[in-house]
């Protein structure tokens, strides 16, 4: 848990409500945490369903754990604390996007449950969306978009997830994809028709 270090603030709530803002955007804003090994489809996935909300009208926007580390979390390696500072931050912002009445889709490993459940617990009940792309191992590595798993496998990166650290999957997930047996069309599908189901978004 990371302390408060800042003192004399005072947190200042909004001039309008959170029914407000929904009724205006015309929708609800969410969290869904893509989170799956590396390869595993993640972004990919994530992009095609902004696509798609974005076509229908809503405001979605993908929080890509690789974009963040070039800015917001650059100063952060994969060690086990770094990695759990990485999803804390990222779980923070996605928190006030939701907020904001966003859909806020966002690709990150994010290997360890207790990190998952932090983010989990910043949001209202019902609002954190995970979605597990279990795309097996096997599969990932035949992938290798980036080559990692091939250096993880000689040894040039350390701590890699799935062959040298460690990877908890979700127990209970809201979402299961597995990106190896559909076409990435049919597994965005999958998510527009959760947020929908669950009165998120209202599509034809």
Not at 18 to 33: D, T
């Amino acid at each position: 848990m990371v302390q408060q270090k800042a003192t004399n603030i005072t947190w200042h709530g909004a001039n309008v409500t959170k029914e407000e803002r929904q009724q205006a955007m015309g929708q609800k804003g969410c969290v869904v945490w893509f989170t799956g090994l590396s390869g595993s489809g993640k972004s990919t996935v994530a992009r095609r369903v902004e696509q798609l909300l974005l076509e229908r009208g809503v405001a979605a926007y993908v929080l890509d754990g690789d974009n963040i580390r070039h800015g917001l979390n650059k100063d952060l390696g994969f060690s086990p604390e770094d990695r759990t500072e990485n999803i804390r931050r990222i779980g923070e912002v996605a928190a006030l996007f939701a907020d904001a009445c966003v859909v806020t889709l966002t690709a990150f490993i994010s290997p360890y449950a207790k990190d998952r459940d932090q983010a989990r617990s910043l949001l209202p009940e019902g609002e954190f969306i995970e979605a597990f792309v279990n795309t097996p191992l096997e599969v990932c590595e035949e992938r290798d978009p980036k080559g990692l798993y091939k250096k993880a496998r000689a040894g040039v990166i350390p701590q890699f997830t799935g062959v040298s650290a460690p990877y908890e999957a979700p127990a209970n997930p809201e979402i299961t994809l597995n990106t190896a047996g559909e076409t990435v069309d049919e597994t965005a599908m999958h998510v527009v028709r959760y947020l929908a189901d669950k009165g998120f978004i209202h599509i034809d």
